[in-house]
């Protein structure tokens, strides 16, 4: 079974800040299978990144996202107030269908 | 625009079965696959199970084989999902989410369905 580790745990940053989030899997996955998606407190995630590196409909170019095998990264460029929430990747396997890393806070410094 | 709107708050005992209704609109119901997703106070997310909303096909994550039940109404384009044999592990916010029809991510997410077991 695939395991997607996440880190760090928590990142605290400031607005106009770079943050980089790593997202490492236990085996080698397909980029077409690695997604990435937003929380904020209160609300459902928010797809921001699909097949490692495509930015959803609507997701700012701040936003990117890189790649393959086993690590996995999403990068974003200038960090707004807006953007301050948890951070999940996730993958497709066969079993279980769908996994999801443990997140990433980040949070204002 | 595509909506997925699930059923209010539910709080139940333990042993009790729950149903959360998923109501999809602004897109054809049959050309996507459905997920649920439950997410515990405080932890991340946990994929539960899938239907095919074609021909009403499931399959759930092992740990949930015998206490999930996925279906669907095509003629209201709603999907339901049962969680039988209720315990205090199963509070949480359930999820559904729309897969995409070309790629292994969700876009479009229900707003949540918090369930509470207790006594």
Known sequence: EIVLTQSPGTLSLSPG????????????????????????PGQAPRLLIYD?????????DRFSGSGYATDFTLTISRLEPDDFAVYYCQQYGTSPGYIFGQGTKLEIK | QVQLVQSGAEVKKPGASVTVSCKTSGYTFTNNLIHWMRQAPGQG???????NL???????ERKFQDKVAVTRDTSTSTVYMEVSSLTADDTAVYFCARRMAQAWAFDYWGQGTPVTVSS
């Open chain 1, 17 to 40: 800040d770079r943050a980089t989030l790593s997202c490492r899997a236990s085996q080698s996955v397909s980029s077409s299978y690695l997604a990435w998606y937003q929380q904020k």
């Open chain 1, 52 to 60: 490692a590196s495509t930015r959803a409909t609507g997701v700012p």
């Open chain 2, 45 to 51: 997310l946990e994929w539960m199970g899938v239907i």
């Open chain 2, 54 to 60: 074609n021909n009403g096909a499931t399959s759930y």
